[in-house]
């Protein structure tokens, strides 16, 4: 903490500073990674169309986020834990009251909230969930083997703003404005890595799944 005086000039500077840092590198960082995407192109399709592509493109997003039986029976842990992660990740994001009034700030939108037992509630269930998804990651010894330097950086940097903002929201460090410093910079953390790692998935998995469905479904197959 040499480079600031106090706990409250941390607290202004991760607010501040590095907050448009990191917002304007997950920005362009994002726009480049879709434009690699788009610009790509698609094959240019010769024959006449048996169907459309907006409604087979969207229900593909919608089947595809839903494990087949096959899958589940393959990696049932993986299935159940990773459901679990994802919705009380999504419930501490965009339910928190807090963090309900930064996006309106940012954005001029906002929606009720939850109370805050069931978000810290939800948010022990995701620290946990992510705990057991390393140990298994660690201990199966496939995934072990696959498993790259990305792969803990991923979840490092996803697993950390969870941890902080249990303990600010708890004030587990004194004082509270280092915690709360602390918690804002772990996520600006994720959003500076979020552009150049397999979180992008979170946005191109819509792309691939509507691609897919909608090229079914100009070809008249189901997808």
Known sequence: MELFSNANDFLLWVRGDAFNIALSIFVIGV?????????????????EPR???WGPGLKNIVSRSVADSG???RAPF?????????????????LFVPHIELIHAMLGIKWPGLASQFIDASTVVAIAAMLGMLWHR???PVLKFLSTYEDYLVWLVTFLPLLT?????????APYPLALGLHILSVELL???FPFTKLMHAI???????????TMGRKGIES
């Not at 726009?31 to 024959?47: F, T």
């Not at 993986?78 to 965009?94: D, E, R, S, T």
């Open 31 to 47: 726009i480049i990674r879709v434009l690699e995407i788009v610009l790509l192109g698609r094959k240019k399709e010769y024959s």
């Open 51 to 53: 169907g459309s592509e």
């Open 71 to 73: 899958t589940f029976k």
């Open 78 to 94: 993986v299935i159940v834990v990773g459901y679990i992660w994802h919705i009380c990740f999504f419930i501490v994001l965009l």
């Open 138 to 140: 660690l201990t199966h």
């Open 165 to 173: 903002g249990y303990i600010a929201f708890h004030r587990m460090i």
């Open 191 to 193: 959003m500076i890595v």
């Open 204 to 214: 191109t998995l819509f792309i691939a799944r509507w691609y897919t469905g909608a």
